[in-house]
């Protein structure tokens, strides 16, 4: 079946940096663009940006500020998101979501629990 | 960027009520609308694209409407699984922003 699965939970001091991977499997990976949304405590999704599987091509929100990178790895079918300098305002879960520009997002993964502190 | 206000934020109904959840658009979408259900603890679940395509699975108790700039979700029939929060998107735009949500409670 179509899944995604994110890697474990992260913790972190102020000012570092965390990657969180996304593999995903069960269909053609090219296809589709894979989007990442964050969701704090307590409160509301956060589209943070997306990558286009087959071009590598992203799209980061303009909110953090160029402190994101998401990559795509072809071979293995996994995408990774950078977020650097770090604060208490990025602990959140942060999940991958199958869908991009023209798509919905049909397909999440678990979600990864990043805590700043 | 274009912004989306969901109406009410909060919303208390009895399992069987009919509800209704609002969406409004700072700029027109078209059919270019999501919604989605969240329940505590879990991922977000796709419920309807393009304003009104029910995603597969979905029970047919749940319904939208709408075009440009404003949409409407209705459950009809509440059952005691659908006390969650929902968000509305707007997508093929290139930042998909999300709704503030709307909860749904007992």
């Known amino acids: 079946q179509v899944q995604l699965v994110q890697s474990g939970a992260e913790v972190k001091k102020p000012g570092a940096s965390v990657r969180v991977s996304c593999k995903a499997s069960?269909?053609?990976?090219?296809?589709?663009?894979i989007s990442w949304v964050r969701q704090a405590p307590g409160q509301g999704l956060e589209w943070m940006g997306r990558?286009?599987?087959?071009?590598?091509?992203?799209i980061p929100a303009q909110s953090l500020h160029g402190r994101v990178t998401m990559t795509a790895d072809t071979s293995t079918t996994t995408v990774f998101l950078d977020l650097r300098s770090l604060t208490s305002g990025d602990t959140a879960v942060y999940y991958c979501v199958r869908g991009g520009y023209a798509d919905p997002f049909d397909v999440w993964g678990q979600g990864t629990l990043v805590t700043v502190s | 960027d274009i912004r989306m206000t969901q109406s009410p934020s909060t919303l208390s109904a009895f399992v069987g009520d009919r509800v209704t959840i609002t969406c409004r658009a700072s700029q027109r979408l078209s059919s270019w609308l999501a919604w989605y259900q969240q329940r505590p603890g879990k991922a977000p679940k796709l419920l309807i694209y393009?304003?009104?395509t029910l995603q597969s699975g979905v029970p047919s108790r749940f319904s939208g409407s709408g075009s440009e700039k404003e949409f409407t979700l209705t459950i009809d029939g509440l059952q005691p699984d659908d006390f969650a929060t929902y968000y509305c998107?707007?997508?093929?735009?290139?930042?998909?922003?999300f709704g503030q949500g709307t909860k749904l409670e007992i």
């Open positions: 998107q707007p997508y093929n735009t290139l930042f998909p922003t």
């Open positions: 990558i286009s599987a087959d071009t590598g091509q992203t």
């Open positions: 393009k304003a009104s």
């Open positions: 069960g269909y053609t990976f090219t296809m589709y663009s």
